[in-house]
């Protein structure tokens, strides 16, 4: 019976939904006025991590509700490709998660975001196995916890590549991806776009 709740109940105020998806009409229509492009230096993203977007960020990597990805990209839809186009990105790299994670989840859920945007992308690899971020709580450790995660075989020379997260808590995956691709890459430009970022982050 719990099951049957949590499946006809808006993942952001958890009322009866009046419409197809997971977020009721009154949350979707909030959500979409908030979200337009902030950045602090090279990191773009449209939310803080709190509340409703903490909850539907939950619920479709953790909690079942894969087909958030529709609602989550008619969100983000209007400002990625206002970034795409703007800094005239060439390649689009999702983080990659470890092969253990994607088994658990059955997907990864910023690959699966992309193709419901219909936006092309390359792969790189996750080579090392690393502890969720949020049980981190020092940047020191966070940094040490994605050292040599990845793996490029791209080649990304003259080129502009936006690196696509779903959350940033510390800058620390990006960090270590961006780190990655300016190993054997001359002239990268690197931008990065995530749905949300820690309130920390933007304050550090």
Do not use: W
């Amino acid at each position: 019976m719990r099951f049957l709740f949590f499946d006809n109940a808006c993942s952001c105020c958890h009322s009866k939904l009046d419409r197809e998806g997971y977020i009721c009409s009154k949350c979707l229509e909030k959500l979409k006025k908030e979200a337009f492009l902030k950045n602090k230096d090279e990191f773009y993203y449209l939310f803080i991590y709190e509340k409703a977007i903490r909850q539907i960020i939950s619920d479709y990597k953790l909690r079942n509700r894969k087909d958030l990805a529709r609602d989550i990209a008619f969100l983000i839809k209007k400002p990625i490709f206002q970034l795409i186009e703007r800094e005239k990105i060439d390649i689009i790299i999702p983080v990659p998660i470890s092969e253990e994670r994607e088994i658990e989840r059955g997907f990864n859920q910023i690959e699966y975001l992309l193709e419901c945007l219909d936006i092309k992308y390359k792969k790189i690899e996750r080579i090392k196995n690393t502890k969720h971020m949020y049980t981190l709580k020092d940047n020191e450790k966070r940094e040490k916890n994605v050292e040599k995660a990845f793996k490029n075989s791209l080649n990304l020379e003259n080129k502009n590549v936006l690196i696509v997260d779903d959350i940033i808590t510390s800058g620390a995956t990006i960090n270590s991806i961006s780190e990655e691709l300016r190993r054997d890459n001359e002239n990268i430009n690197i931008k990065a776009f995530s749905i949300a970022v820690a309130r920390h982050f933007i304050k550090e």
